[in-house]
């Protein structure tokens, strides 16, 4: 064996090292949450944090089922809003549309992607904040805020997504359908869609685990108030602002518990990853 | 799926112009309302640009002075997001493109890329502030901050490299090996230097992330209003000096500033991306 040769053995190792770094922070990232989320849980037991209904950590009380309610609430909220703004501006600049009007949009769209969501938190609190107070009542500071916010920053990546897998179906599907004599919403509704589903749905996926991890944002217009929200105009606070709320002061068993809840949050996004991960490889296979 | 259709039962012409139409509305409504969060930032923030604002440093909690100590927080953790992340990133992009074929250990090192990229920064920062705050001993600070930032943007640098490294065409390689180099000078001396435009674009795109990040950021790297002198001084971020005078209040006039000036960036960080993108990546593959 040559020098050269054993060099380049002691460069695959090297690399691999490196390589398995995204791996390993992912493995220290989980250890170190669990490490001292999960002792507290086991201290109060499962149920009392996942169903107990009061968070009053200086009384020992760390009941989070208003948190998860509200991180449900606003994700689902979220998605009723962005899913079908941005679906159908995917569908409409793919199908629809110019080409040079798509290619003017779509980089708007994804450049818009990069606004910071403190930015985006701000404006809401600006303008739709009092808005929904003049005009709907409550506080303002509500789910219906927090869900309008969150729909708004989940569009870019949506509608990216979803363009990129439509986009993905071959065009000999839509001349088929076309030469069948089917219009092109009905090109759209039965044949391009049902193939590009996956690519969709992962996208969607994407932008849920973006709404239900976002933080700052919704801290802004959400009111955090640590209770079930009894409608969507009133307040509500999330897993994300339970951690970013309270860190700042937190000591000894109430910062365990903000840990707790972040275990929480990573077992949903957690699963929320795979979820897409396997939907979008099984697109892939296809 | 049959918004229209079934009960309706349009004529399918008559039902192509109405879901036209419609389809118009909605992509009207979501590009008019993020276009708008744009011109407002600007509108309202323009007018508090100046030099001063740019160049003094922030005074009375904000309310008084510029946001100078802030640009320079800002870019000293990016600067050491970077420093971290680039070459961890990269090297992850060499070994899966160049010293490997598909097999478990690829497919566990891309799954743990994308778990990664999908981690609410909030979990980052709670992860920051226990190992390198507490455990670490570095405290607030533009070290911890910066190490946080890197673990987060680093599956951004692995996947954009991985793509600018693919996009060399096998030819350049195979001229390279016919020479009798080794797969490492084929690396670095061929490889390497026709990617690097693809790379920079992973490692701007990054930039613009972590100018951006809050929720990792303050946990992290702390929010102290003064200049920062060394990697150990705890320090506030534009993002983080955002947030602070937008949510309590202190000065909106100085929050529209401070917004102008982080999107302001961004936007020209991301413009640049994606004429580089269009320039070097996906016209090539």
């Known amino acids: 064996m040559t020098r050269l040769e054993k060099n380049d053995r002691l460069v695959r190792l090297g690399l691999l090292m490196i390589a398995l770094s995204a791996i390993s922070v ?43 309610v509200g991180s449900l609430m606003v994700t689902f909220g979220a998605l009723i809003i962005g899913v079908p703004l941005g679906l159908a501006s995917a569908i409409f600049l793919t199908e629809f549309s110019h080409r040079r009007l798509t290619r003017i949009l779509k980089p708007v769209i994804e450049l818009l992607a990069g606004i910071p ?11 739709l904040v009092p808005f929904i107070r003049d005009n709907f009542g409550g506080p303002g500071l509500s789910v219906l805020a927090a869900s309008l916010i969150l729909g708004i920053m989940i569009l870019p990546t949506v509608i990216s997504i979803a363009i990129d897998s439509i986009r993905a179906v071959p065009d000999s599907y839509r001349e088929g359908s076309i030469a069948l004599g089917a219009t092109r919403w009905q090109t759209v509704r039965m044949v391009v869609l049902p193939a590009a589903r996956s690519g969709i749905i992962a996208g ?83 | 799926m049959s918004l229209m259709g079934g009960q309706l039962k349009l004529q399918p012409r008559t039902e192509q112009k109405v879901i036209q139409v419609f389809m118009y509305l909605m992509t009207s409504i979501a590009v008019l309302v ?26 009375d909690m904000g309310r008084e002075g510029g946001i100078l100590s802030t640009i320079v927080a800002t870019i000293f953790l990016t600067f050491i997001a970077l420093l971290v992340a680039t070459p961890l990133g990269v090297g992850t992009a060499i070994y899966l493109t160049e010293y490997t074929v598909e097999s478990r250990i690829t497919r566990i090192i891309r799954f743990g890329a994308e778990c990664l990229a999908g981690i609410p920064s909030i979990i980052f920062g709670l992860f920051g502030f226990i190992l390198f705050v507490n455990k670490l001993k570095f405290g607030w600070s533009i070290l911890s901050g910066g190490l946080t930032l890197a673990f987060m943007v680093l599956p951004t640098i692995i996947r954009t490299s991985e793509e ?28 390497l230097p026709s990617a690097i435009p693809g790379i920079v674009t992973g490692v701007i795109l990054s930039i613009g992330r972590s100018i951006g990040e809050t929720a990792a950021v303050i946990f992290t790297a702390g929010s102290a209003l003064r200049m920062p002198t060394s990697l150990f001084s705890s320090s506030r971020t534009m993002s983080v000096h955002f947030y602070i005078l937008a949510k309590e209040g202190v000065s909106m006039p100085k929050a529209y500033g401070t917004a102008a000036v982080l999107v302001i960036s961004i936007l020209v960080i991301n413009i640049v991306t994606y004429y580089l993108m269009e320039k070097y990546i996906k016209r090539k593959s």
């Open chain 1, 117 to 127: 969501s403190v930015v985006y938190g701000f404006i809401g609190l600006m303008f």
């Open chain 2, 164 to 191: 600018a490294i693919k996009a060399v065409p096998p030819a350049y390689r195979l001229v390279s090996f016919s020479l009798g180099s080794t797969r490492w000078q084929t690396v670095t001396r061929v490889v």
């Open chain 2, 34 to 59: 993020l276009v708008f969060i744009l011109v407002v930032i600007l509108k309202n923030g323009l007018p508090q640009l100046n030099l001063e604002f740019l160049t003094k440093n922030p005074a």
């Open chain 1, 26 to 68: 992912l493995a220290i990232i989980t250890l170190f949450i669990f490490e001292q989320g999960t002792p507290i849980m086991f201290r109060y037991g499962f149920k009392s944090f996942l169903l107990g209904q009061d968070w009053y950590p200086s009384e020992k009380s760390f009941g989070l089922l208003p948190m998860i």
């Open chain 1, 204 to 286: 969607i996926i994407l932008g849920m685990g973006r709404a239900i991890g976002e933080t700052m944002a919704v801290i802004m217009v959400a009111g955090n108030a640590a209770d079930i929200p009894g409608s969507i105009l009133a307040p509500v606070r999330t897993l994300t602002s339970n951690i970013a709320l309270e860190m700042a002061y937190a000591s000894e068993e109430h910062r365990e518990a903000l840990f707790a809840t972040g275990v929480i949050l990573f077992i949903i996004i957690m699963i929320l990853n795979t979820i897409a991960n396997v939907t979008s490889t099984r697109q892939r296979k296809k």
